[in-house]
């Protein structure tokens, strides 16, 4: 396997850039208005945190879902496939605030990890139907959904 191939194949297990840039552009505006009040340049560092924390988690957590996919039982499915990733982007989305020292670093990660949580289901349910799959995704068994 080539380096360029390697790399792709890495990209495709591991991040969903639409996904992320999506992410990026909802999540980062939502961080500067809870930080409005603490001027604008505050607002504007704790929206560009939040955006590169949203597009970087939201990226590799929306390909994290789709490993839990193929997964048959699907309260498992659904529930570690959502647990997990709005986990990571908690934790993605804090550490980032942190070392912004944003001024409110929980009320500006509470909006990502619900959004985080629930779109995992639908990304889930997205996959599980057949649509938007990732290169890699394990083909399905004839008729079978």
């Known amino acids: ?40 340049l505050e607002a504007m560092a704790a929206g560009a945190t939040q955006a590169a924390s949203s597009f970087i988690s939201t990226g590799l957590t929306a390909r994290l879902v789709q490993h839990f996919s193929p997964i048959e039982n699907r309260f498992i499915s659904y529930f570690f496939g959502s647990l997990i990733p709005a986990t990571a982007t908690f934790l993605l989305s804090y550490a980032g605030h942190w070392l912004n020292d944003t001024p409110e670093r929980l009320e500006s990660c509470i909006a990502p990890t619900i959004i985080s949580y629930g779109t995992s289901y639908v990304t889930n349910y997205i996959t599980r139907r057949g649509y938007l799959l990732p290169g ?9 959904r």
């Open 1 to 40: 396997m080539t380096l360029a191939e390697t790399v792709t194949s890495a990209y495709h297990k591991l991040f969903n850039a639409k996904f992320a840039a999506i992410s990026a552009a909802c999540n980062g505006p939502i961080a500067a208005w809870v930080n409005h009040d603490h001027g604008t």
């Open 136 to 144: 890699d995704y394990p083909a399905r068994k004839e008729g079978e």
